[in-house]
């Protein structure tokens, strides 16, 4: 029977996610990951291997939480049940809005900065960022052709083509939020993207 770590995995984790987020893989040494976690190299390597396994370990993770999140908000949990699918797919975009201007520092969203500062040089990481993009995607398109189903939305509207647009006003808000945009700036433009989708037209007749 192998013996029972001295520390808490998940705690680990937190940590080093927060350390890579703040300062970057390139930016982030061992020794750095050391100092944060206060485990020595060995017990690092021996519980979760190198530095790029680390990396790639907690940008999954973060990446998997950030789509179940999303899912359980627009389409599963008891968020989801009340509110048309319209009204939960702009409550979840100006929670989003919200979150990222009232950050200081902004340091916006990890798995943004994953795909821009590592994605281009690491295969595994721009998989991940890949399936997460997808996603999410897919989740808001779910949600669109819930509100097609229900009569909000117009049933030609492409519900993907959507997903992809509204996850594109996601990332820039996002980057945007970052120069310290004013934060009802960012709110009306999440509102507006939710406005623009092409909504049934119901005859009076």
């Known amino acids: 029977m192998g013996r029972k770590r001295g520390f808490d995995e998940d705690v680990v984790l937190d940590v080093v996610r927060n350390r890579f987020w703040a300062t970057g893989y390139a930016g982030t040494s061992t020794y750095d990951l050391m100092e944060a976690t206060g485990l020595g190299k060995g017990s690092i390597y021996k519980a979760f291997g190198n530095k790029n396994d680390l990396y790639v370990r907690v940008f999954s993770d973060y990446c ?97 083509a959507l997903g992809y647009l509204i996850l594109s006003v996601i990332r820039g808000i996002d980057s945007i939020a970052k120069s310290d945009i004013d934060g009802t700036v960012l709110e009306r433009t999440a509102r507006t993207a939710v406005a623009l989708i092409p909504r049934t037209v119901h005859s009076d007749r």
């Open 64 to 160: 998997q939480a950030l789509v179940a999140e999303a899912r359980e908000k627009l389409l599963g949990g008891p968020e989801a049940v009340v509110p048309s699918p319209m009204a939960r797919l702009e409550r979840y975009l100006v929670s989003i809005a919200s979150a990222f201007a009232a950050e200081s520092p902004h340091r916006g969203c990890f798995l943004t900065k994953g795909t821009v500062d590592v994605a281009s040089d690491d295969a595994k990481v721009a998989e991940i960022a890949r399936r997460a993009f997808e996603s999410l995607a897919d989740v808001f398109a779910a949600t669109i052709r819930e509100a097609q189903d229900e009569g909000e939305v117009a049933d030609e509207a492409d519900s993907l």
